[in-house]
């Protein structure tokens, strides 16, 4: 079994900076890939970004340029560098890990941006 254990979330004025952290632990056969969604309240989760084993990457149009997903293989951790942060970012970010042979989730992280 995996678990993942997200850090880094908190309170940021408009235009501020955060890093969030996930690393996966436990037995880790095959990873194909990890990513980050979130959730405000009284939304659906929604896709934010995903970083392949081979290092491509995927954005939501709602964070192109001002968040930049990375990886640490070894470590095998996920970070999601958000700059430029705007009130709408708002919400528990989920660490989502595709692995064979079973996916897994965080437990979240919550990022409020004040304005």
């Known amino acids: 079994q995996v678990q993942l254990v997200e850090s880094g979330g908190g309170l940021v004025q408009l235009g501020g900076s955060l890093r969030l952290s996930c690393t996966a632990s436990?037995?880790?056969?095959?990873?194909?890939?990890m990513g980050w969604y979130r959730q405000a309240p009284g939304k659906q989760r929604e896709f934010v970004a995903r970083?392949?084993?081979?290092?491509?990457?995927n954005y939501a149009d709602s964070v192109k340029g001002r968040f930049t997903i990375s990886s640490d293989n070894a470590k095998n951790t996920v970070y999601l560098q958000m700059n430029n942060l705007k009130p709408e970012d708002t919400a528990v970010y989920y660490c989502?890990?595709?692995?064979?042979?079973?996916?897994?989730w965080g437990q979240g992280t919550l990022v409020t941006v004040s304005s």
């Open positions: 989502h890990l595709q692995h064979w042979p079973a996916n897994a």
């Open positions: 436990g037995t880790i056969y095959s990873i194909h890939a």
């Open positions: 970083i392949s084993s081979d290092g491509a990457t």
